[in-house]
């Protein structure tokens, strides 16, 4: 999905993949400083086609039902595409705040490190999904979007 007002839908779909088989993939040992990089394997790749304009998009992630109809569960994968041209507005994402605040896994961010978090000994990554929660507020509307859904999406929805 490209997010944005879209006559008050909030989004627009892009493309369909699916479905995929999915697996469990471990949760990763903390390396060097702390650090939580998952390494997982792809289940698929997206390539973006020229044709889509810059945005903020969302890949949304859900299993398959069990036979009883439960066990039927969505995430999101946050994405941004951009476009070098000349633009009157820029709309600048928080994305680096995103990594920093989000505490997956075991609720683990860089302002949660034993030392603090100011230093060249608190590291975090992109290789790791967003936790189900943003920061401490523990909204639900992050899930797997870091903090896109929660703080930045109504002020892009209301450009």
Known sequence: FRTGYYDGRGARL????????GKPQPVPQPGHKNLHECHWDAAVTLTIPDDWPSGVY????STLKDKTGYGYWQSYVVFIVKDDRPADILFQCSDNTWQAYNNWPSNYSVYTHPKGNQGPWADVSFDRPYA???QIY???QSV??????CFEFPFAYWL
């Open 132 to 134: 189900k929660y943003a």
């Open 58 to 61: 969302l890949g949304r992630l």
């Open 144 to 149: 797997g979007s870091g903090e896109w859904l």
């Open 14 to 21: 892009m493309k369909t993949l699916g479905p995929f088989q």
């Open 138 to 140: 523990e909204n639900p």
